[in-house]
């Protein structure tokens, strides 16, 4: 950004106006003497010289609008103004044919049209900037460091331009767009002639291929494949020594080749350093571990020894805290389930009440059916790439805890199986001490002590950032939400009775009723009822395609005998009278305006009923003349409400 803002006014760069050509130094400095430009900062060392946009006079002003941009634009892009759409770039790269009868690839496509709709602009550009030379009366430059400013600061999402950063490249290709239109602006890979099949292309690629081979051949091996296929095509023959240098000098082509993806991924491509969080919740990774513990189980007759648990952990990457765990024999959808909801359940011993992170990273087990419970539990859910260990912080985690706490268990199993012989435990250990191991049960509460443990040594630093965080930086999650997603089922539907919605959790009968007014309308549906077996006070009614949810409260039961009454029993009982009367107003309310609605034709129905029903004569003895005349009003009602296009509303046959 050119311009700069001091004490509430904008400032302009006097170098950058006088290099652009908008003004000359001699000009500018008799201005400046006259009192015509402001100077709001002297120039020296290191600090450049500014004046006072508004000071100039107004034909300056607009060169500078042209040249940096208008300085009350948010953007302030001067070539935004004369960006637009070139429908014959479009048509002449969606037709350009390369070979064999292919087109451009789409995203390829899209590229170039950018570049020739940006290039148009700066064409444009340089054309206003010329035209306005006249105006000012001096020599406005092609200041090309500004315009490639400008060219980088484009908006990509809308023009995905590849044009180039530096100015002298980007005044070369313009250069050449001028000189040869759209077609300069294609690679010469997709030239039609660029497919020139010559002996040495053939050469490189038959060594290359052969270096990248998955078997590895060594340098000989290669060397003498080569050389056979050389002999038939009378190519000159290479050696191992040769076949050396190209393998170093192409060791990162062949590689993935030799060592496979996630191998390449980990040691040819640049890895990210990232920084800590620096607030709790603020990222959460999650993943499971096959815990490097051992424990025996009974099956088929015989007890074996070489089982082990496998733990799901969310860490807070704040301080490494295990916010929420849970332990099973292998790693499911409900286990990694179980594991937050226990992290939802830390949040609230912790805090108070339930919090979601801001994001959440985990790894692509079952991630399409658990991507809604992701999104519900943190703000921004970034599953990492598959197969990149070194995107989850939590993977060296896992080995500190088993260095930390599990080597030093008698049932410890040892490190991966990739890891140093020498530093495995003792094979005639542990089948001598195997009867020692513990049961499954004994596994889960070794774990849990571990878990616990680290949550005790990092509390206080969680606490402590805590309360230091901005309250805007704090989600809270919902009783329904957390219901929603975390809650247990009965596996029944239930219907609504008069005392509310009866179920049975773990076999005891509980009653659950709801003050919104709204809750009693729904009658007929069929609820699931969710909860959470650490807190019962609540629950959460869903009809069967969750568009209704409401939380429910269990009924507070009410003695019979005023005796037996309690501190807070009139509360409850009063609560329950205000609701019940706010119900009765609301259907009286409702039924008064109903009411309201039809009273221009309640008017008629009294007299059209009894003239319908009864013979009464009126005083010259008449009947009929009186019945056909309301007739006759009835017919009139019904043709007004059929010409102003809308349904007869009268509830009751007039006739």
Same mark, same amino acid.
């Given at each position: ?55 100039f ?42 070979d ?64 180039p950063?530096? +100015?002298?490249r ?27 099949? $010559? ?13 990248a081979?998955?078997?590895?051949? +060594? ?67 999650? +993943? ?6 051992l ?18 952990i ?10 929420g ?32 992170s ?20 943190a703000?921004?859910?970034?599953p ?25 268990q ?63 930086d ?25 005392n ?9 009968k ?23 077996e650490?807190?019962?006070?609540? $629950? ?26 309690? $501190?807070?029993?009139a ?44 013979? =009464?004569t009126?005083?010259k ?25 809308? =349904? ?8």
């Open positions: 950004m050119v311009y700069e803002t001091i004490e509430g006014r904008i400032a302009v760069p006097v170098k950058a106006v006088i290099d652009e050509g908008i003004i000359s130094e001699s000009n500018y400095k008799q201005l400046v003497s006259r009192g015509k430009i402001k100077v709001m900062q002297r120039g020296c060392y290191n600090t450049p010289a500014l004046a006072d946009y508004s000071s006079p107004e034909r300056f002003r607009r060169v500078m609008d042209t040249v940096f941009g208008d300085p009350k634009s948010e953007k302030q892009n001067a070539l935004v103004e004369f960006l637009g759409d070139d429908i014959a770039a479009a048509e002449f790269y969606n037709s350009y044919e390369i064999d009868d292919r087109y451009l690839p789409a995203d390829t496509i899209k590229e170039y049209y950018a570049n020739a709709c940006v290039l148009n602009a700066v064409h444009l550009l340089l054309n206003n900037r010329r035209a306005l030379q006249k105006m000012c009366g001096g020599t406005v430059k092609a200041h090309w460091p500004t315009i490639a400013q400008n060219v980088l600061d484009v908006d990509r999402s809308q023009y995905p331009h590849s044009l950063a530096n +100015d002298r980007l005044k070369e290709r313009y250069a050449q767009y001028q000189k040869g239109g759209y077609e300069v602006l294609i690679h010469r890979n997709f030239c039609n002639n660029n497919s020139a099949k $010559v002996a040495e292309d053939a050469q490189r690629a038959l060594l290359i291929e052969l270096l081979l998955p078997n590895n051949l +060594d340098n000989a091996q290669v060397c003498e494949q080569y050389n056979r296929v050389g002999r038939l095509m009378q190519w000159k023959e290479i050696t191992a020594a040769g076949v050396a240098t190209w393998r170093k000098k192409y060791d990162t082509e062949i590689f993935a080749g030799r060592r496979g993806s996630t191998a390449f991924r980990n040691k040819k491509t640049m890895q990210i350093k990232r920084s800590a969080p620096t607030a709790p919740l603020f990222f959460w990774t999650m +993943d499971g571990w096959d815990v490097e513990l424990y025996q189980k009974e099956e088929n007759g015989r007890t074996t020894y070489h089982h082990r648990p496998t733990v799901v969310v860490l807070d990457t704040f301080c490494k805290y295990p916010i765990y849970a332990v099973g024999t292998h790693e499911t959808p409900e286990l990694i389930t179980a594991a937050l909801r226990n992290a939802m359940r830390h949040t609230k011993e912790l805090f108070g009440e339930m919090h979601r801001h994001q959440l990273q985990s790894d692509r087990y079952a991630i399409k059916a658990m991507t809604p419970l992701y999104e519900a539990i703000k921004h859910s970034t990492a790439k598959v197969k990149n260990a070194k995107a989850k912080v939590i993977e060296p985690y896992f080995n500190t805890i088993n260095k930390k706490y599990c080597q030093l008698g049932n410890w199993s040892g490190f991966g199986i990739t890891s140093d012989k020498e530093k495995q435990p003792n094979v005639e250990f542990l089948n001598k001490f195997k009867k020692e191991f513990p049961d499954y049960d004994a596994v889960v509460a070794q774990v849990a002590a571990i878990v616990e443990r680290e949550r005790e040594a990092g509390k206080q630093k969680m606490l402590d950032a805590w309360a230091a965080m901005a309250h805007e704090k989600l809270t999650m919902s009783r329904e939400s957390y219901l929603l997603n975390f809650g247990q089922t009965t596996g029944k539907r239930n219907m609504m009775e008069g509310g919605l009866n179920i049975t959790i773990n076999g005891m509980r009653a659950y009723d709801c003050f919104d007014l709204n809750w009693r309308k729904h009658t007929s549906e069929h609820w699931q009822v969710r909860y959470d650490a807190d019962l006070s609540t $629950v959460l009614a869903v009809s069967e395609n969750e568009s209704l949810r409401y939380l429910l409260e269990e009924k507070y039961i009410q003695p019979m005998a005023l005796k037996d009454r309690k $501190v807070g029993d509360g409850q009982l009063q609560r329950v009278k205000d609701h019940n009367e706010q119900l009765e107003k609301q259907v009286s309310d409702f039924r008064a305006a109903n009411i309201k609605a039809m009273s221009p034709i309640l008017e008629m129905l009294p007299q059209l009923d009894t003239l319908s029903k009864l013979l =009464i009126d005083s003895g008449q009947h009929k003349n009186n019945r056909n005349a309301t007739r006759a009003i009835a017919g009139s009602m019904r043709e007004q409400a059929q010409d102003a296009d809308v =349904i007869d509303a009268t509830p009751y046959d007039l006739y």
